[in-house]
């Protein structure tokens, strides 16, 4: 992953940089409203799924069969 912020790294900025590679790309203006628009809720995604393994992890543990819950 890169170490930059998302507003950072643009389609036309790589197509500067690395032509050959991202020239193409910048032309395509649908796949550069994607991209933008993965970008934005890339960092949502990850904090989600780091959520959802915390829920599995917590899910997965055993109450002991000796607590008195009406103590």
């Known amino acids: 992953m890169l170490t930059v912020s998302h ?3 643009t389609v036309e900025k790589l197509a500067m ?3 050959d590679m991202f020239t193409q790309l910048e032309d395509d203006r ?3 409203q ?3 628009i993965e970008a ?5 995604l990850v ?9 599995r ?3 997965a ?6 607590i008195d819950y009406t103590a």
């Not at 543990?61 to 000796?66: E, F, G, V």
């Open 17 to 19: 940089a690395l032509p």
């Open 7 to 9: 507003d950072e790294v």
């Open 40 to 44: 934005l809720y890339e960092a949502a």
């Open 47 to 55: 904090e989600q799924q780091e959520e959802v393994m915390e829920v």
């Open 61 to 66: 543990l055993r109450i002991p069969s000796h």
């Open 34 to 36: 994607r991209l933008k």
């Open 30 to 32: 649908n796949l550069t």
């Open 57 to 59: 992890r917590d899910e």
